[in-house]
T-cell receptor, first 114, second 108 residues
């Protein structure tokens, strides 16, 4: 498996609190992605990055922000968590744009907002 | 935006039976990728199809890309319990879009 580490793996927090999820890769891949996975919706893209400090929105970006200050780290922040953001979050990486190259996924973070 | 529809949503089969999942798009796709996610796991890349009418095989799995590049299928011959999971198609034409997936369960 590709060297991708997500942290934390599980988190329970309260509505209104800030939450940051971290994705760390050791593959030196340029592209990184954050997805959320919910029953009946499959995988939906939140944000992605195509280089250090270069990010763009996905289809479900509202309520989320990201930062990438180093090639190896991509952070996802929920500024003020809501119950609708309870989900499983996956980070993925690819060498070049994902429509050309396969994505490799981390093990996921299970986030519960109470 | 581009929609990638995947059917069926669920499929229950007896072990040894065949299984097929379909991915359909309203627009022409440049390519399509297939992923498998085991229960409790993360998606794992299986294959990429690029050419019109392309057919690729991986042991008991057969992947096809339609002639018009608007649909694709994954067929598993003689399913085994190790095939359990959810199968996703993915196309990154304009929007980076995964299909909603087909969840395969197997009755031993």
């Amino acid at each position: 498996d590709a060297g991708i580490t997500q942290s934390p793996r599980h988190k329970v927090t309260e509505t209104g609190t800030p939450v940051t999820l971290r994705c760390h890769q050791t593959e030196n891949h340029r592209y990184m992605y954050w997805y959320r996975q919910d029953p009946g919706h499959g995988l939906r893209l939140i944000h992605y990055s195509y280089g250090v400090k270069d990010t763009d929105k996905g289809e479900v970006s509202d309520g989320y922000s990201v930062s990438r200050s180093k090639t190896e780290d991509f952070l996802l922040t929920l500024e003020s968590a809501t119950s609708s953001q309870t989900s499983v979050y996956f980070c993925a990486i690819s060498e070049s744009p994902s429509f050309n190259q396969p994505q490799h996924f981390g093990d996921g973070t299970r986030l519960s907002i109470l | 935006g581009q929609q990638v529809m995947q059917i069926p949503q669920y499929q229950h089969v007896q072990e040894g039976e065949d299984f097929t999942t379909y991915c359909n798009s309203s627009t022409t796709l440049s390519n399509i990728q297939w992923y498998k996610q085991r229960p409790g796991g993360h998606p794992v890349f299986l294959i990429q199809l690029v050419k019109s009418g392309e057919v690729k095989k991986q042991k008991r799995l057969t992947f096809q890309f339609g002639e018009a590049k608007k649909n694709s299928s994954l067929h598993i011959t003689a399913t085994q319990t190790t095939d359990v999971g959810t199968y996703f198609c993915y196309s990154g034409n304009e929007k980076l879009t995964f299909g909603t997936g087909t969840r395969l369960t197997i009755i031993p």
